[in-house]
């Protein structure tokens, strides 16, 4: 039987704070299911409010277990969703709803090592370019990691207007989905504004930062607007060095870590494989995705393949995340549920995890299901 962490009612005192010496709850019998078997209930002594085992478990609300450290294994190893699915022998939504869960697994615990979290290193910004649904909805994935970790940090979203040549019609079908966008375009500034935030609160922090992006104009005019950024640059503790793109992207490129995981997006995430037939349908799911690879890149992977010594560390190891905290954050990672109650999101991790960034020209609503509020 598993022993209740909290009362899961966000009103109820001991929804923070449970007393570690006396009993805060009783048991108010049990119930049967055909997915999970006998069930204990729990009554909160202090709301009065009942829940049950499930209510702490991964599986919350499921009618059929499966093995989500399988469904983690192929979604980082470059396998579709269909493919997983049909593996499993499940429909392709069941391997979409564990993917969301999994997805809030993964932002909890980045959100998390990220509380008291000061980068030792410089830091590297770029985007990374794919689509969804079709070539007239491009993206853009902007993406903040350690210069010498490649520690996958976070990352912000952003539309993009389809380029290059195109056909008459396929100019015209363009203006006429844009004319009937259902919701309004996020730009690639909107989207770096939210990089540009987390510098500076790691600047503010650090005696130096140096941060290194790509020659757009759109970052050099937003690190120039950031009052703090320039503040921080006069009293010699900021810098933001622009690297041209045409530099061989070689580890000697100040923007190898960026390059490095967008070789790694490329590589290990079916929706992005380029001139792919697997790709994301739904902007929300290919956040999730993005979020569960960042779990896999920055707490799983070795840091480097093949080096007795390297390999013994995680990206976040590398980065200076303590290894305690990064083994406390993964216990219970593939079976007790996070709550939202207990993590603190900043914006670009709260898009995600409640599911708020629309696909253009597809209206796919707002589903928000009760549990990731709690």
């Not at 491009?138 to 996958?152: D, E, M, T, V, Y």
């Amino acid at each position: 039987m598993l022993i209740p962490p909290f009362c899961p009612h966000p009103e109820c005192e001991y929804h923070t704070q449970p007393p570690e010496h006396r009993r805060w709850y009783y048991i108010n019998g049990s119930y049967e299911t055909l997915a999970h078997g006998s069930v204990t209930r729990f009554k909160c002594l202090g709301c009065g409010g009942g829940f049950s085992e499930q209510t702490f478990r991964l599986d919350y609300y499921v009618k059929r277990k499966l093995d989500y450290q399988v469904i983690f294994d192929h979604l980082t190893n470059c396998g579709g969703v269909r493919k997983t699915a049909r593996i499993m022998e499940v429909s392709h939504q069941a391997i979409i709803n564990r993917l969301g869960r999994l997805a809030r697994q993964a932002i909890a615990l980045q959100a998390d090592v990220l509380q008291d979290y000061v980068p030792c290193e410089d830091l590297v910004t770029d985007g990374f370019e794919s689509f969804v649904s079709d070539q007239y909805q491009p993206n853009n994935i902007h993406i903040l990691a350690g210069k010498r970790s490649q520690f996958f940090i976070t990352f912000d979203y952003a539309h993009l207007r389809r380029k290059g040549k195109m056909t008459e019609l396929q100019k015209d079908e363009r203006e006429r989905r844009e004319r009937h966008y259902i919701r309004k375009r996020i730009s690639i500034s909107q989207s770096f504004l939210q990089i540009v935030d987390l510098v500076e609160q790691y600047a503010q922090k650090r005696r130096f930062t140096c941060l290194y992006s790509d020659e757009k104009l759109e970052y050099q005019r937003l690190v120039m607007g950031s009052d703090v950024l320039q503040s921080l640059k006069s009293e010699g503790r900021f810098e933001h060095v622009r690297i041209s793109s045409h530099f061989a992207r070689t580890i000697d490129n100040p923007l190898f870590s960026v390059n490095y995981l967008d070789r790694q997006f490329r590589k290990d995430n079916a929706n992005h494989v380029r001139e792919t037939v697997r790709f994301s349908q739904n902007v929300n799911n290919c956040l999730e995705r993005m979020a569960v690879y960042q779990l896999y890149q920055n707490y799983f992977k070795p840091f480097r393949i093949g080096q007795p010594f390297l390999q013994d560390f995680s990206h976040a190891e590398w980065a200076g995340v303590p290894r305690g905290k990064i083994a406390r954050g993964l216990r219970g990672i593939f079976t007790m549920r996070k709550f939202y109650t207990h993590v603190k999101l900043n914006w670009s991790q709260l898009m995600v995890w409640a599911r708020m960034t629309g696909t253009l020209d597809k209206f796919d609503g707002m589903y928000w299901p009760k549990y990731i509020w709690m």
